[in-house]
């Protein structure tokens, strides 16, 4: 740990750019401990800060994805991928980089500690949104350090001579101490506002290159388990801003072997498309799919590059330098792909339903066609032909970005939290309706849910005459289900009238967590509610007729069974977590959080966290999460036994 504060240190990480160089490293200029006393010359160190998450946005994607289990390598893959992908990865391999989050830690600390937050333009503070701000950066470092390394050396005053570092006893911390070190200041600053509004920059939207306090103060959380804070941050976030997961649309595109059905209307009357909506970058964070992302200089004279493109397939800086009558196929896009789709994310994308309404205009009805494949897909990749051999090239990178946070990002992150707190109806709404007023009206919204969302996280009212109701449930504005952009036409999801429901997707899922994990015997139990139900269902079916007190105990098991209640809250959490698990695969697929992901989730799984639904039951096993993680990695060959925590992490030099 000391060798690497000693490198960035030595080669002076406190490196600031003029505004006209904006992102451009080269052209930094090293300052040591000027004062930060005017209005305007704070840009000078933020762009600095910038340009060192330039390199750390870049190393956190390489890391996290070539460790999880959406992407795999090729045979054009360098040594330094291919150890990353099968966890053989040394100290030095030149992705394990923990100098590039500490560079980004140092540059906040140097502004935090010499920013003058005492300056007024009338009667508005121009500094605290930007101080904010760089809060903000800093918590996002040392969340990657405590995801990638486990631990971080903590520090929050800024190292800038040699004497610093030698006499320096500062800690090392585990995600708790971070949170625990961080949060009493990031609270303050929980609901400012981003800085730059309006400010736009050789093309750079200066307020999206920011990350708001209450998204990184959530993930925080949500990564120490401390679900009920988390949910309550990222409820915050999107109320006070006004986010909706918006009524979207994919292409229709059915994978091969799956045929359109003839009562199925491709005109989905949606004016947004999910390709468009996820990458817009807007001045307006209401408005804007993107809330934060991480430019790189479209040359190396203006500043640091990235190889991400080039790693995903796509020869970015030669499309960006020449017109686009003289480029084609062949040029835009490299045969020596590096970095592409696994065969794990076409299990998840490709087994998905589709939901629609048929296009009958008398009687309409609700319909899924099977494994028709989510959407997204098509969106998301792009297929290649070279020498007579297919590939699959991912176009997340096409534009240049690191995608840092979408709306998506929040609301599905609100879902695990909201699950883990014993709300897998609520989480599951996430997915399905939105959560909105009349989901307050569904049968598979429990009353414990119903209040939580009426008053601890009032995104719901009873009477429709909130705030949060003009919000989340206005019209074609309002909220929706995040898996319909992939998986439904405008109706085929919303509604009970829907074939995607609470109880199906459970049961779903918990089949196929069974049919993953038959080595263990899990003992998956049900209870006497089943037993019942079926009882009086079979009964109410004959004909038979049922006595007015079976009439009302039939309907009240069916919204039971509707809410999964015949089964244990644990297994019903931990399906649903899998289904977000799932989504995530296909919402934010090669945009660098899936080992993050899947590790955080493994520990959920394992009793990491606070309350009364962490960890799994006991017929689970003592190290489910580790074996959850080490199966779905299984395919990478790994080296190491990914059924033991400690593994997981990278080691620093």
């Known amino acids: ?42 840009l000078f160190y933020v762009s600095g800060i910038m340009q060192a998450m330039q390199q750390a946005a870049e190393v956190y994607v390489i890391q996290n994805e070539m460790r999880g289990d959406m992407v795999t390598t090729t045979e054009h893959s360098d040594v330094n991928l ?20 500490y560079k980004v830690i140092n540059n906040c600390n140097y502004y935090l500690a010499h920013r003058d937050t005492t300056l ?23 969340l990657q350090l405590a995801r ?26 585990g995600i708790d101490g971070i949170v625990a070190g961080l949060e009493t200041e990031m609270k303050k600053f929980a609901n400012t506002p981003m800085p730059y509004q309006g400010l736009v920059f050789q093309n750079r939207i200066w307020s999206r290159l920011c990350i708001p306090v209450n998204v990184v103060l959530g993930d925080m959380y949500l990564e120490a388990g401390r679900y009920a804070d988390a949910a309550n941050a990222y409820y915050e976030f999107l109320f ?75 020869n970015y800086y030669y499309s960006n330098s020449h017109d686009d009558k003289d480029l084609n196929m062949d040029s835009v ?41 989510d959407m997204r897909k098509e969106a998301r990749t792009r297929r290649l032909l070279f020498n007579g051999r297919q590939w699959e090239a991912p176009t997340t990178y096409i534009g240049g970005y690191v995608y840092l946070y979408r709306t998506s990002t929040v609301w599905l992150h609100l879902a695990e939290a909201l699950n883990r707190m014993g709300h897998p109806d609520a989480a599951f709404a996430v997915l399905k309706d939105g959560i909105r007023d009349e989901t307050l009206r569904y049968g598979y919204i429990s009353d414990d849910t119903k209040t939580l969302l009426t008053t601890v996280l009032p995104f719901c009212s009873v009477d429709g005459q909130s705030e949060q109701s003009q919000i989340f449930s206005n019209g074609t504005q309002g909220n929706y289900g995040i898996h319909s952009y992939g998986c439904a036409d405008n109706y085929g999801m919303t509604s ?25 015997n899990l003992s998956i139990p049900t209870t006497g509610i089943e037993v019942r139900y079926n009882e009086l269902k079979a009964k109410f079916d004959a004909g038979e007729g049922l006595t007015e007190e079976e009439f009302d105990e039939y309907t009240e098991l069916i919204q039971r069974m509707k809410r999964a209640e015949n089964r244990n809250i644990g297994d019903v959490i931990n399906a649903v977590e899998d289904l977000i698990c799932d989504e995530y695969a296909a919402e934010l697929a090669f945009e ?3 080992f993050a992901d899947l590790a955080r989730i493994a520990r959920n799984k394992n009793g990491n966290g606070t309350g009364a639904h962490t960890g799994s039951p006991d017929y689970y096993g003592a190290n489910f999460g580790g074996l959850w993680l080490a199966k779905k990695l299984a395919f990478k060959n790994p080296v190491k036994d990914l059924t033991v925590e400690a593994n997981w992490y990278l080691r620093m030099k």
């Open 592 to 594: 660098g959080s899936r």
């Open 496 to 520: 009970e009238k829907s074939l995607y429901t609470f109880s199906g997707e459970v049961e779903r899922k918990i089949a196929a967590i069974k049919e993953e994990f038959k080595d263990l």
């Open 333 to 373: 896009y490299l045969e020596k792909i590096q970095m592409v789709p696994s065969q794990s994310y076409y299990n998840v994308v490709d087994s998905s339903d589709y939901y629609y309404q048929t296009n009958d205009p008398t009687d309409p009805v609700m319909k899924s066609i099977s494994k028709a494949g």
């Open 148 to 173: 990638t390394y486990g631990k971080a050396k903590f520090f929050t005053h800024p190292l800038t001579t040699l004497s610093d570092i030698e006499n320096d006893n500062s800690p090392e911390l």
């Open 240 to 314: 006070n801003n006004k986010i909706v997961a918006k009524q979207l649309a994919c292409n229709f595109i059915l994978r091969d072997g799956v045929d359109k059905p003839v009562d199925f209307d491709e005109d989905f009357n949606i004016n947004i498309s999910w390709s468009r909506f996820s990458n817009t970058i807007s001045t307006s964070l209401a408005s804007s799919g993107v809330i934060t992302y991480v430019p790189m200089a479209d040359d190396r004279l203006q500043g640091y590059t990235t190889e991400l493109p080039r790693l995903f397939g796509y």
């Open 120 to 142: 007024y333009d009338g009667s508005y503070n121009v500094t605290l949104s930007e101080y904010a701000a760089v809060l903000s950066y800093r918590a996002w470092a040392y």
């Open 1 to 42: 740990m000391k060798k690497i504060i000693l490198f960035f240190a030595g080669v002076m990480a406190l490196t600031f750019s003029s505004c006209d160089d904006m992102l451009d490293v080269d052209g930094g200029r090293d300052v040591e401990l000027p004062e930060i006393n005017q209005k305007t010359d704070s």
């Open 82 to 101: 291919q150890n990353l992908s099968n966890f053989s990865a040394s100290t030095e391999n030149k992705y394990d980089s923990a100098y590039v989050y």
